[in-house]
């Protein structure tokens, strides 16, 4: 599957947290922290685990700019 | 000024292209190609240009994961 | 791959409208039309054509619900 | 009231379930499941129930788009 | 109709600007000016007309929080 | 720190409430209330203390228009 969204950031699992209805998910992308919110259904179904390999997905709409 | 958004990336710019109304721009954080879509005001306002330090600031309620 | 987000809805590509740097593209998903703003680069990398099948993918903190 | 969001897909509830602060809820449109993820509070404001009429409304520019 | 948004912001439109695709909207609301990028096809089917009435909506999870 | 976020609404705020994971800060922008929803983290790390000051940034991309 390919997808439109101009931004996929691959990197390794490093915190999984889930809370009652949401997660917070750490990826670790060539040494710098994403974190990602989803739901735990998705935690689950896509059996991620902390090690694990993923890609952070972000479409370009979403991305501000901040300098200096 | 801090944000909330969990995920801040900095990198160089390394590719501005306006539109009628949004520009893309493209930030090289660690090796990994960022993209943005903002509006050209903001391209002028913040005096954006290629070779300039940028961070990408992402929400994130915004990230999606994905695994193979 | 599979994707955290929640919604997954597949379709019939039925419109492509490219402006300067984003183009609107319109999907039949059982009868209803689902529009997405992407980049023009999207279109051309993910060569989609009207009468191609795409699915479009939302996350579910990007639903808005309405009631009358 | 008419909003600008280009998508708006109606259905039935078929599913709430809420956390301590985040609410997922389930939409039934033409066969398909549209998840939302809004607040508690607008759950109770909008007096959602399980078999209540609803619209899922998405900006176009949050729907990403995948293809095989 | 009534939405799960949390924000709902009335105002008065001050400015429309249209580009090829998309459409910047901008309201004054209580002395402040919000913009909003919409496509071109929501200003014209809701008829918006600088002058005119409108209510910026914007969901919880779509405001991020800065502090100096 | 200069953002590309058109909207950024500056106020005080009165209310938070920490979930599981995901927390609702809202902020009196000029008299109205603006909510966030963010993470527990980014509420610590920002140290939000009801009565701060704090400005909800919100990108055009993200803003719905509604009208009667």
Redesign the interface.
């Given at each position: 599957?390919?997808?439109?969204?101009?931004?996929?950031?691959p990197g390794k699992i490093v915190e999984i947290?889930?809370?009652?209805?949401?997660?917070?998910?750490v990826?670790d992308?060539?040494?710098?922290?994403?974190?990602?919110?989803?739901?735990n259904?998705?935690?689950d179904?896509?059996?991620?685990k902390v090690g694990?390999?993923?890609?952070?997905?972000?479409?370009?709409?979403?991305?501000?700019?901040?300098?200096?």
């Open positions: 599957m390919k997808v439109s969204a101009r931004n996929a950031l947290k889930k809370g009652a209805t949401t997660a917070h998910v990826i992308v060539n040494g710098l922290k994403v974190t990602a919110s989803i739901t259904e998705s935690v179904e896509l059996d991620l694990g390999e993923a890609t952070a997905i972000v479409k370009s709409s979403d991305v501000i700019i901040a300098v200096a």
